[in-house]
């Protein structure tokens, strides 16, 4: 079954260090996500991507944070300068067009230890 | 703007138990989309069930049922005769058919069933 891969599955970092998780969607899905779980909370929406371009972003999705597809396959989401309220694991989803309908398929996440 | 909630932080019953989580959502679309995932303590989100706002027939599959009723904007989880193997948090989700097509998610229910 097709499934969405994430990497790292955990790093750790100084706070204020760059960080890069990366994502490979399932291949012929068009639409991707990054939500953000802090430890025991919610999974929040951080920003949706489409076309090579954002799509929608929640206001947690500030300056410090950007996304971008590189290549055919990858997907990334960036932390310029990582703040100690960064820790959370971090999950990619995509699916397969524009719509409400469509069912997440998830990553297994990456966990951000920021020290 | 779309919200869920989920009144209940935690639920702890015994196994054989019957248990309902419940959710409550808001939205001012006609068209909208309601999800549950369950997140095991490995921490992946699993995808269980997806219902569209025009479609109110409750569904059944095997010990999972859930209620859906737009008068009172709820979308309700029922676990018959519980298994340990059930212990997780159950987030009910909403998204509209607008936008960057996002999916919210509600604050989360932690199950734990014990033997």
Same mark, same amino acid.
Not at chain 1, 62 to 80: A, C, H, M, Y
Not at chain 2, 20 to 36: G, I, K, S
Not at chain 2, 90 to 108: D, P, Q, R, V, W
């Given at each position: 079954?097709?499934?969405?891969?994430?990497?790292?599955?955990?790093?750790?970092?100084?706070?204020?260090?760059?960080?890069?998780?990366? !994502?490979?969607?399932?291949?012929?899905?068009?639409?991707?996500?990054?939500?953000?779980?802090?430890? @025991?909370?919610?999974?929040?929406?951080?920003?949706?991507?489409?076309?090579?371009?954002?799509?929608?972003?929640?206001?947690?999705?500030?300056?410090?944070?950007?996304?971008?597809?590189?290549? @055919?396959?990858?997907?990334?989401?960036?932390?310029?300068?990582?703040?100690?309220?960064?820790?959370?694991?971090?999950? !990619?989803?995509?699916?397969?067009?524009?719509? @409400?309908?469509?069912?997440?398929?998830?990553?297994? @996440?990456?966990?951000?230890?920021?020290? | 703007? =779309? #919200?869920?909630?989920?009144? =209940?932080?935690?639920?702890?019953?015994?196994? #054989?138990?019957?248990?309902?989580?419940?959710?409550?959502?808001?939205?001012?679309?006609?068209?909208?989309?309601?999800?549950?995932?369950?997140?095991?303590?490995?921490?992946?989100?699993?995808?269980?069930?997806?219902?569209?706002?025009?479609?109110?027939?409750?569904?059944?599959?095997?010990?999972?049922?859930?209620?859906? =009723?737009?008068?009172?904007?709820?979308?309700?989880?029922?676990?018959?005769?519980? =298994?340990?193997?059930?212990?997780?948090?159950?987030?009910?989700?909403?998204?509209?058919?607008?936008?960057?097509? #996002?999916?919210?998610?509600?604050?989360?229910?932690?199950?734990?069933? #014990?033997?």
């Amino acid at each position: 079954e097709p499934e969405v891969t994430q990497t790292p599955s955990h790093q750790v970092t100084q706070m204020g260090q760059e960080v890069i998780l990366r !994502c490979v969607p399932i291949s012929n899905h068009l639409y991707f996500y990054w939500y953000r779980q802090i430890l @025991g909370q919610k999974v929040e929406f951080l920003v949706s991507f489409y076309n090579n371009e954002i799509s929608e972003k929640s206001e947690i999705f500030d300056d410090q944070f950007s996304v971008e597809r590189p290549d @055919g396959s990858n997907f990334t989401l960036k932390i310029r300068s990582t703040k100690l309220e960064d820790s959370a694991m971090y999950f !990619c989803a995509s699916v397969t067009g524009a719509s @409400g309908a469509n069912v997440l398929t998830f990553g297994a @996440g990456s966990r951000l230890t920021v020290l | 703007a =779309q #919200k869920v909630t989920q009144a =209940q932080t935690e639920i702890s019953v015994v196994e #054989k138990e019957d248990v309902t989580l419940d959710c409550v959502y808001e939205t001012r679309d006609t068209t909208y989309y309601l999800f549950w995932y369950k997140q095991p303590p490995s921490g992946e989100l699993v995808f269980l069930i997806r219902r569209n706002s025009f479609d109110e027939q409750n569904e059944i599959s095997g010990r999972y049922s859930w209620n859906f =009723q737009k008068s009172t904007s709820s979308f309700n989880f029922t676990i018959t005769a519980s =298994q340990v193997v059930d212990s997780a948090v159950y987030f009910c989700a909403l998204s509209e058919n607008t936008g960057g097509f #996002k999916t919210i998610f509600g604050a989360g229910t932690r199950l734990f069933v #014990k033997a």
